[in-house]
């Protein structure tokens, strides 16, 4: 088993988060992981994206260049990666922040109302955790349970008070994809 | 053994310098290799007799590592490829000098400037010497976070074992990837000579000579013996230190050589090339210098031709054909600037080998 994804949006989305909660799920889970970030000279609110492997194997690279598994923040994300995507991939896409669809018809393109969902839960920085809850619905790659145990361990006892809303954020966001 | 953490290269390796009982780091920003200092400015102004300073430049650092190693510190830099080339005439003394000491190079894109993305281009420089004059220096090349933190903790023992720098040879992403670490507890060796030569204080019937630090020989005849010293050490060394990793090497039609991250990518390409029928075998060089030219030797006996894959433009090809001394073809595949090869690059390369009959 083998899955690979990569994870963009800008930066202050969480999409850093995401890959890494699912990567420290999937250790605890016993799998080998990596987590990649791009890295540069990036301003602040610009372009950040992440690889995360997820292998019962030991991992080769790191990097995901033909994507199998894309999570879509914005949509210069979209333009961005959209070509990149391996034929029969799966693109999970923030329907709230993204007005396009992918230009592509030999992947499966699945919108998520990230922001919209954090909305009705009255926090929208919870947006993430929707998106999390649909990945973890649609790939099965670790359970909900798994991906709270990381959340609290990143989170510490500061903000213990936050992993209620971020669980019904990721239940409503795997509800969305069902 | 510790508890699995998800770890960056960069925070791992700090963290296993401490453990290491390393309390001493000087450096000077620059990406992608950040992480090192920045976590050794959290963690060790918080040990007791730990001391992190920012220099105001790569040279001022490595001559603080010069001042420490010589006071007989434990006591490590770290930079990335422009800094690690404005460090080398200090890496020079500190090797005339015969002092130990830790150098971790996150290796980027070059030359000049170049690029922040991974690179491997500082081979000849790493392995060959880097400064000015006759010398050598163990370089350690992890492929992975749990080995970078391994490799770091046992750099220190070798660098106080030889009384020599050990250079850690890293790139942007071992330095930038996070992977499952189980940091290992240090055990202080007891078979390390102990520190006589350093200079922490000399007064008067103190029961010692003075220590004296220095790497200027003006007597040339002086020097030369110097100079046959320090390859005794390299001697040594070249016999005990060498190391590598050997898969699936015993039938196989044709070996690929790579280290770090290329060689993760040259596994995941072996593994492919397998399941299609082509033999493939893989030798990873976890020391780049000594380079682990006994294992190749012996594959020159069985393999039909050795495929060298770097991040580079062919600078560890060179070590490898003198390894396999004409025996036997070295194809070469690079890519440079920051530019990772694939998997279905390296798949690609080795199954045009296989229909040639190269």
């Known amino acids: 088993m083998e899955a690979q994804f990569l994870i963009a949006g800008f930066g202050g989305q969480g999409v850093l988060l995401i890959g890494q909660l699912l990567a420290k799920a999937a250790m605890h889970e016993g799998m080998n992981v990596s987590w990649m970030p791009s890295y540069g000279p990036e301003m602040r609110g610009g372009e950040a994206n992440c690889a995360v492997v997820i292998s019962d194997e030991p991992i080769g690279s790191p990097l995901v260049t033909e994507i199998p598994i894309a999570v879509i923040m914005n949509k210069p994300s979209m333009i961005k990666f959209t070509p990149a995507m391996e034929k029969g991939g799966i693109m999970l896409y923030n329907s709230s922040l993204i007005d396009i669809t992918p230009d592509r018809d030999d992947i499966t393109a699945i919108p998520v109302d990230c922001n919209g969902i954090a909305e009705e839960l009255g926090n929208a920085r919870t947006a993430n955790m929707v998106m999390l809850g649909a990945i973890l619905k649609k790939t099965g790659v670790v359970t909900i349970d798994s991906a709270m145990e990381a959340l609290k361990a990143t989170f510490g006892p500061k903000k213990e008070h936050l992993l209620p809303i971020n669980r019904q954020a990721m239940e409503k966001g795997a509800a969305a994809v069902e | 053994m510790g508890q699995k953490m998800l770890m960056k290269g960069n925070e791992a390796i700090a963290e296993a310098a401490i453990q290491a009982g390393c309390r001493f780091f000087f450096g000077y920003p620059i990406t992608p290799q950040n992480q090192i200092p920045e976590y050794m400015s959290k963690r060790l102004p918080k040990i007791e007799g730990g001391c992190f300073l920012q220099a105001e430049s790569e040279v001022a650092a490595i001559n603080m590592v010069y001042g420490a190693a010589g006071a007989g510190a434990r006591v490590m830099t770290s930079s990335s490829s422009p800094g690690i080339s404005l460090k080398q005439e200090g890496i020079s003394y500190i090797v005339g000098a015969e002092l130990p000491c830790v150098i971790v190079n996150m290796v980027r894109g070059g030359p000049g400037l170049g690029s922040i993305q991974p690179a491997q281009s500082d081979y000849y420089q790493s392995t060959r010497g880097g400064g000015h004059g006759d010398y050598r220096m163990l370089v350690l090349a992890p492929s992975s976070v749990q080995e970078a933190v391994e490799l770091t903790q046992e750099a ?4 106080d074992k030889y009384r020599n720098p050990v250079l850690i040879m890293g790139d942007g992403l071992i330095g930038q990837m996070m992977e499952p670490v189980e940091m290992p507890e240090h055990k202080d060796r007891t078979d390390l000579p102990p520190k006589t030569w350093a200079a922490t204080g ?15 020989y003006i007597d040339p005849s002086v020097l030369e013996k110097h100079v046959n010293h320090l390859y005794e050490k390299y001697a040594v ?15 196989a039609d044709y070996v690929i050589v790579a280290y770090g991250t290329t060689a993760r990518i040259a596994r995941s390409a072996m593994r492919k090339l397998r399941a299609e029928g082509i033999k493939t075998g893989l030798i990873r060089p976890i020391t780049l210098w000594p380079f682990p030219a006994a294992p190749i030797a012996k594959a020159a006996e069985h393999a039909k031709a050795f495929l060298t894959v770097e991040m580079s433009m062919g600078q560890m090809v060179d070590d490898v054909k003198l390894a396999v001394d004409g025996k036997k073809p070295v194809h070469f595949f ?25």
């Open chain 2, 334 to 358: 690079g890519r440079t600037g920051g530019i990772v090869p694939t998997v279905r690059e390296i798949i690609t390369q080795v199954e045009n080998l296989a229909k040639e009959g190269k």
């Open chain 2, 237 to 251: 060394m070249e016999q005990t230190e060498c190391r590598w990793q050997e898969e699936m090497t015993e039938d």
């Open chain 2, 156 to 159: 220190f023992d070798l660098a």
């Open chain 2, 202 to 216: 000399w007064k008067p019937g103190c029961g010692r000579d003075r220590a004296v630090i220095n790497s200027l």
